[in-house]
């Protein structure tokens, strides 16, 4: 299946092609490298000139050319969440925007959610691993969920308390952690904490706050088979992204299948992407599996 967006008030792809793509966050546009873009772009150079911040890729050093005194960084309004957008030297501006179907799937299940103990309505406990600036994490906070978010760098993780707190979520129930995803799970395990549902946005190759090696083909079957470990009796969801690995999206359905295979859901996953404003085509931007609980 495929899951896309179309603009949305401060934000819209507005061409791509030629390995590149031009894209506005707010008030400003920008162009950056995109691989998947191959194929003519349509709009003339002159408009691709106008962007406010051009992200440069040669053999000496990466940089952001910017334009017309942009600050360096502004906050936008997406997805019923604000983010402050802050480009980087990797060419990351700390949102991934082809994620608000994700949001939406995942605030929903949420919403429906009812547990109930000793006549208590419990919120449901959700991990998101690798969680970067915490989009994931603030729409299912903003949900009613209780969230862990967990990601080895410091800088992610001070990013998304930021983004929480723009978000009116400062207040909410997350805990922000700085860990090694591994090493994370298996003490929760030793714990006993169990999780209702499960993000996770795991990278080809990466390293953890004590430099701890994470590589995605060695790595990753043990790391579902702890996340088996903290599910609860009855999850809710489980939701896969993949972005730079390589692998097809059938990869992680098929894990998803053996890792659920005890309970009853539905599996989905495919391809996000982002539909040009005025020339309709798809911007192929990653892909996902994802597993929730039958109703």
């Known amino acids: 299946m495929i899951l896309k967006i179309i603009k949305q008030n401060e934000y819209e792809l507005l061409d791509s092609g030629e390995g590149k793509k031009l894209e506005r966050y707010g008030k400003y546009i920008l162009s950056r490298p995109d691989p998947e873009a191959l194929w003519k772009i349509k709009l003339s150079n002159k408009e691709w000139d106008k962007c406010d911040l051009e992200f440069s890729r040669n053999v000496i050093k990466n940089k952001w050319i910017i334009k017309n005194g942009v600050s360096k960084s502004w906050v936008i309004d997406y997805g019923n969440l604000k983010f402050s957008i802050k480009p980087t030297s990797f060419k990351h501006i700390g949102l991934f925007p082809e994620q608000l179907p994700n949001w939406e799937w995942m605030s929903k299940l949420i919403k429906n959610y009812e547990l109930t103990i000793s006549g208590e309505k419990q919120k449901p406990k959700v991990l998101n691993l690798f969680a970067y600036t915490g989009g994931a994490t603030l729409a299912c906070a903003k949900a009613g969920a209780e969230v862990c978010h967990v990601d080895s760098s410091k800088n992610a993780v001070e990013w998304a308390r930021l983004n929480a707190e723009l978000s009116g979520l400062s207040g909410a129930p997350i805990r922000w952690l700085i860990e090694d995803v591994i090493l994370f799970l298996k003490r929760e395990i030793k714990r006993g904490r169990k999780y209702d549902a499960i993000i996770m946005d795991p990278p080809a190759f990466g390293h953890g706050p004590k430099d701890e090696l994470w590589k995605i083909e060695e790595d990753f ?7 088996k470990q903290v599910l609860s009796s009855d999850p809710l969801f489980i939701l ?7 692998y097809s999206s059938i990869v992680y359905e098929n894990n998803l299948s053996d890792l659920m295979i005890d309970y009853k859901g539905k599996i989905e996953g495919g ?14 931007c990653g892909i996902f599996a994802r597993w929730s609980k039958n109703n």
């Open 221 to 227: 079957i043990n790391l579902l088979d702890l996340c």
């Open 240 to 246: 896969i992204n993949g972005y730079t690995a390589g």
């Open 271 to 284: 391809e996000l992407v982002i539909e040009e404003t005025k020339n309709k085509r798809l911007l192929p």
